[in-house]
């Protein structure tokens, strides 16, 4: 199945990247631009930032020159020297190029730029999306499923994820979540969470502020908790993708006076089997849970190696009685570590 690559939602991200900057993609959700980006890459790298820039500047390439192309350039931020220009800097010379004042040019000039590089950016996706060139239909890259015994594959980034009640997020054991910024399953659903106004600018942290808020209550906001423990928040703005409760996995324990963690298979699937508990409690106490998705606990910075990662979420699903077994999802990024799943899940 195709998916349509809304212009107007395109453009909404572009003007997001106007106002922040190329230094700052990595804050902004910017799924369309990720979706269009993916279908270009060369390579799967988490350097999705970088993606997103080299669709930006074939979008802006395929302006014809002149003063629109020049204007787009410094609008962005792609001309040399520009990356890292504050907005005001880049409109008021964008504004010169059209010899008009700020004010005019950012009230209508502006506008048709970022208009026209939207509809670049759809074309481009278009082109690469698998149609085939012959319906004219505007496409973003397919999200990627497999059915497998007992669970449903996904190959995609985690927020792009819809219609499935608990998505879990992996953690250490200080249940601290990331930076915004930072390229993690946990710093992707805080991302996608934060509530923004109309210029995409985050105005509340709802995931952030929730899981703080049962640190505090269960007595653990200044000491860790025991591996495999799972707290439970809402889903904040991903409440729009049917989205209802984030479980927080805590399964990497810090390495003391290092960056580095320790992750143990083990912890991976008691963790999973509390996925499973508290699903059921919650259920008890409100609506049913029907559904739940995974990604490979621990082995992002955790550094569990994604075949045991998989094969502890399996083994710990697989104890499961088949009664109360929610329907199970497991998503990843990278076609090779989707490979890599399908083997165990398969083998096992």
Not at 168 to 178: E, K
């Amino acid at each position: 199945m195709s998916h349509a690559l809304d212009v107007d939602s395109v453009l909404r991200e572009v003007r997001q990247v106007r106002a922040e900057g190329l230094v700052r993609i990595r804050a902004l959700g910017l799924p369309c631009l990720r979706h269009a980006a993916a279908a270009r890459a060369v390579a799967v790298t988490d350097a999705w930032p970088v993606e997103v820039e080299n669709l930006l500047r074939a979008a802006v390439a395929r302006l014809g020159g002149g003063e629109l192309q020049q204007a787009a350039e410094l609008t962005l931020g792609l001309a040399p020297g520009m990356r890292d220009r504050p907005a005001a800097d880049r409109r008021r010379l964008a504004a010169k190029v059209y010899h008009l004042s700020v004010d005019r040019f950012r009230k209508h000039q502006e506008e048709v730029v970022l208009a026209q590089i939207a509809e670049q950016v759809c074309w481009l996706a278009g082109t690469h999306g698998g149609s085939g060139g012959n319906s004219g239909e505007l496409l973003v890259p397919r999200l990627r499923h497999r059915t497998l015994p007992m669970l449903t594959l996904h190959v995609h980034p985690v927020e792009l994820l819809r219609d499935i009640d608990v998505v879990v997020s992996p953690s250490n054991t200080h249940l601290g979540l990331p930076g915004m910024y930072k390229a993690s399953v946990a710093a992707a659903l805080r991302r996608a969470g934060a509530l923004r106004d109309a210029a995409g600018d985050v105005v509340d942290d709802p995931v952030h502020e929730e899981l703080a808020a049962w640190r505090a209550a269960h007595g653990v906001a200044r000491r860790p908790v025991l591996p495999g423990t799972v707290a439970p928040t809402g889903p904040g703005a991903l409440a729009a993708q049917n989205i209802r409760r984030i479980y927080h996995a805590a399964v990497a324990v810090p390495r003391p006076g290092t960056n580095d963690y320790d992750v143990t298979p083990q912890d991976v699937a008691a963790a999973a089997r509390r996925v499973l508990e508290l699903m059921r409690r919650e259920s008890e106490e409100g609506p049913p849970l029907r559904s739940v998705c995974f990604p490979l606990l621990g082995a992002g910075r955790g550094g569990l190696d994604p075949a045991a990662s998989a094969g502890a979420l399996w083994a710990a699903l697989a104890a499961e009685p088949a009664p109360g077994r929610p329907d199970v999802h497991l998503v990843v990024h990278r076609p090779l570590v989707a490979d890599v799943v399908v083997s165990v899940l398969e083998g096992a």
